[in-house]
């Protein structure tokens, strides 16, 4: 038995080294092509089979390759359960910079899942770590993100607070390329502010930055803030210039600027080269929303040119295309939900292979959640059982205040013509009255208080201790509120006296001796005679009727019209 349990010790370990080994092959590879081929990186990094069942250095170091892969490529950063667990080791065995960068992604990735608090806390113990280490470029990216978040949550002046930080990191860094996209980002924000002036000179700065390095990327992208800039302006042939230059330099992505050109055309009412470029804009492009939004604009367009039955029908198309793309995200989140329960499935499932206390762990979990499932049930049921007799209440007041009002139309008609029916309707009336009173004392039995002084009166450790007078008000008015006039209809035989009237209510209880004499604080013997004399003060000496039946027939019998 001994060398069976060795064997398989050895055999996993040995199955667990190979699978790392392998994976950090492929990261070796992945980390080669990162800087020149992200994509085929990223692919590569795809392919890792299971990183969650990776040692916390692999997993952590194919962490930070994954997300270096996916920032280049716009994609997606992991699920923030995976870069937690990245930073953990980061903190305990990687460098400052690791850190923060890790912490960015992190807080990317809880953007990406609208967990705002989160991400913010994320980027702030990032950023506090590279101002310690004085890791600018890092900040400054950090800050950068910030000032995202800031746009999610419509915080003008802190979104350009951030970018102004972004930028004097990246002066610092001696990164220029970056100083001039946080020129460019400052300037939106003045746009918005309608600060148009202090825009363009931002955006002009930021032009002849990337201009003077030659980025193709940069030129195209600030080309685009500029035609925009220079729209606000009314000059529109610098407009036009600029977004031409951007078209010139864009070779990937060329759609979301003809269709900015198309805007321009179309809000000067030049309609030919409006609906010119809302077709060149009809092409593959990496925005989601391009496309419903040049069937938008062709179907302005149309409609501006009085063709009616070609703008109805970009309309259409346009309605078509959102439904599309919602359909798609849709899938896409039941995709991502499926890989993320895939995932953390993976997690739990190392956890229970490294640590026994996991394991246990997991079975306290399981069995807690499985009693407050139970717990839960038992109290839905009965919530749901109230309900329903909550709803037959209510059906039976409603007929009731029904044949109230039949009674006094036929009143007001014909007194003698009408005798009969009103016989017949007060017979139904006071059979409804009782049905009603009868469905009152059931849901007193599933009430919470009911259910809390059963369970008090047969669980002594839990409880112990007899009933208050709170309690006793409680009960006495639930009672009477579902079962009136109860005791002018008992004591037509004998006036109860208080004891003998607490055992009463005491009996709607439907508890035995011993549970009411735990409820009185007095022994079973005591409890027993209460009884006794209180059946013999109700004439039940010598019956089987219990009190609480006697008590609701007697009820019964006293309800008139």
């Not at 990162?34 to 089979?49: C, F, T």
């Not at 923030?80 to 910079?97: C, I």
């Not at 007001?412 to 009603?436: D, G, S």
């Not at 735990?518 to 003060?537: C, E, F, H, V, Y």
Request: proline residues 2%.
């Amino acid at each position: 038995m001994k060398n069976i349990v060795v064997f398989v010790l050895l055999s996993i370990a040995f199955f667990s080294c190979r699978e790392n080994q392998v994976a950090s092959e492929q990261m070796d590879r992945a980390e080669t092509l990162l800087p020149v081929y992200p994509d085929s990186a990223y692919v590569i990094l795809e392919g890792v089979e299971l990183p969650d069942k990776l040692n916390e250095r692999q997993f952590a170091r194919w962490c930070m390759l994954y997300c270096r892969a996916a920032d280049k490529l716009f994609k997606d950063m992991l699920y923030a359960e995976q870069l937690d667990r990245a930073l953990g080791w980061y903190k305990s065995h990687g460098t400052a910079e690791e850190q923060a960068w890790i912490g960015l992604y992190l807080g990317r990735s809880f953007v990406e899942d609208k967990l705002f608090i989160p991400a913010t806390k994320a980027y702030s113990e990032a950023l506090n770590l590279t101002k310690k280490k004085h890791l600018y470029n890092v900040a400054g990216y950090i800050c950068s993100y910030m000032a995202d978040l800031y746009t999610y949550t419509g915080q003008g002046s802190e979104e350009r607070r951030k970018y102004e930080e972004a930028a004097a990191f990246f002066t610092k860094a001696n990164n220029t390329r970056s100083y001039a996209f946080a020129l460019r980002d400052i300037s939106r924000t003045w746009v918005f502010e309608d600060s148009i002036s202090l825009a363009l000179d931002l955006m002009l700065k930021a032009d002849s930055i990337v201009t003077g390095m030659n980025d193709s990327v940069g030129i195209a992208s600030i080309a685009n803030g500029l035609g925009n800039i220079y729209e606000h302006l009314d000059q529109i042939d610098e407009a036009k210039s600029y977004f031409f230059r951007g078209l010139v330099y864009d070779t990937i992505d060329k759609a979301p600027t003809y269709l900015a050109l198309s805007t321009l055309f179309y809000n000067y009412s030049q309609l030919d080269s409006a609906r010119y470029y809302a077709k060149m804009a009809d092409s593959p492009t990496n925005n989601p929303y391009t496309p419903s939004d040049r069937l938008y604009l062709s179907y302005l367009i149309e409609k501006e040119a009085n063709n009616i039955p070609e703008a109805f029908q970009y309309l259409e198309q346009c309605y078509a295309a959102k439904d599309i793309l919602y359909d798609q995200q849709k899938q896409v989140d039941i995709i991502d939900a499926e890989k993320r329960h895939n995932s953390l499935t993976v997690i739990r499932q190392n956890q229970k292979l490294y640590s026994v206390i996991y394991l246990l762990s997991g079975l306290i979990l399981f069995v807690s959640l499985v009693s407050v499932l139970f717990y839960l049930y038992k109290d839905r049921k009965r919530l749901n059982k109230i309900n329903k007799q909550q709803r037959l209440l209510d059906e039976k007041e409603q007929l009731l205040v029904k044949m109230q009002k039949e009674i006094r139309q036929n009143e007001a008609i014909n007194a003698n013509a009408k005798q009969e029916e009103n016989k017949q309707i007060r017979e139904k009336m006071l059979q409804a009255k009782k049905e009603i009173l009868i469905l009152k004392c059931e849901k007193l039995q599933h009430s919470s208080l009911f259910q809390e002084l059963k369970e008090r009166s047969n669980n002594k450790k839990k409880y112990g201790q007899t009933l208050s007078e709170q309690n006793w008000e409680l009960l006495k008015e639930q009672i009477d509120s579902a079962c009136p006039n109860w005791q002018a209809a008992v004591q037509d035989i004998e006036t109860l006296k208080k004891t003998e009237i607490e055992t009463c209510y005491l009996s709607f209880l439907n508890i035995s001796i011993k549970s009411e004499a735990m409820l009185l604080g007095i022994n079973p013997d005591s409890a027993n005679k209460r009884r006794l004399r209180t059946r013999q003060s109700l004439g039940l000496t010598n019956s089987k009727t219990g009190i609480y039946e006697f008590i609701i027939r007697k009820t019964l019998e006293n309800i008139v019209i």
